[in-house]
T-cell receptor, first 110, second 117 residues
Framework: DAGVTQSPTHLIKTRGQQVTLRCSPISGHKSVSWYQQVLGQGPQFIFQYYEKEERGRGNFPDRFSARQFPNYSSELNVNALLLGDSALYLC?????????FGPGTRLTVT | AQKVTQAQTEISVVEKEDVTLDCVYETRDTTYYLFWYKQPPSGELVFLIRRNSFDEQNEISGRYSWNFQKSTSSFNFTITASQVVDSAVYFCALSEMGLNQGGKLIFGQGTELSVKP
């Protein structure tokens, strides 16, 4: 089975722009979570979606939003980008078990 | 509040040495899960182990072993006979139990392990 996939791999945006990151979970996994990992730190929880409903939200501003589609794939949107949003964005999926992570999207805001 | 502390920022060993990565956690929950993940230079987090708070038995998987002690709120990870391929950043993480949908992991800051030939 394919693992968690994310697109794009890398992205460069300018301050003030908006960005959409995409994630496809492992087949059969209904839970998708998003994490932000700033260089040199551990991942920080942003959102969790299960069966298309938001089940958890971390301490991130309203500029961050997400949604889950009927096929359980997910999008993370970030509006009004700031330099501090530069990070590796990780998506993870699970099915009543541990979270399995994708390769991440490296976002650079200039 | 939940918190995970990995006091060792960087560890450097020579191949074949044993190395222990420390993890201390804080939680008010009586039921929870603990995890270890490996992050090689490629960036993808690789799942290594999940333990629940009811099970304090130590676990061994090949060269890897884990020591869970609730009395000291620790979940330490030992690599025996380290190899160059073990070089990576290792993260300890915590989550509530009962979240059968997964998610909401609280990560430590990570320990960067460098194994030199």
């Amino acid at each position: 089975d394919a693992g968690v996939t994310q697109s794009p791999t890398h992205l460069i945006k300018t301050r003030g722009q908006q960005v959409t990151l995409r994630c496809s979970p492992i087949s059969g996994h209904k839970s998708v979570s998003w994490y932000q990992q700033v260089l040199g730190q551990g991942p920080q929880f942003i959102f969790q979606y299960y069966e298309k409903e938001e089940r958890g939200r971390g301490n991130f501003p309203d500029r961050f939003s997400a949604r889950q589609f009927p096929n359980y794939s997910s999008e993370l949107n970030v509006n009004a980008l700031l330099l501090g949003d530069s990070a590796l964005y990780l998506c993870a999926s699970s099915r009543a078990g541990p979270e399995y992570f994708g390769p991440g999207t490296r976002l650079t805001v200039t | 509040a939940q918190k995970v502390t990995q006091a060792q920022t960087e560890i450097s060993v020579v191949e074949k040495e044993d190395v222990t990565l420390d993890c201390v956690y804080e939680t008010r929950d009586t039921t929870y899960y603990l995890f270890w993940y490996k992050q090689p230079p490629s960036g993808e987090l690789v799942f290594l182990i999940r333990r629940n708070s009811f099970d304090e038995q130590n676990e061994i998987s090949g060269r890897y072993s884990w020591n869970f002690q609730k009395s000291t709120s620790s979940f330490n990870f030992t690599i025996t006979a380290s190899q160059v391929v073990d070089s990576a950043v290792y993260f300890c993480a915590l989550s509530e139990m009962g979240l059968n949908q997964g998610g909401k992991l609280i990560f430590g800051q990570g320990t960067e392990l460098s194994v030199k030939p």
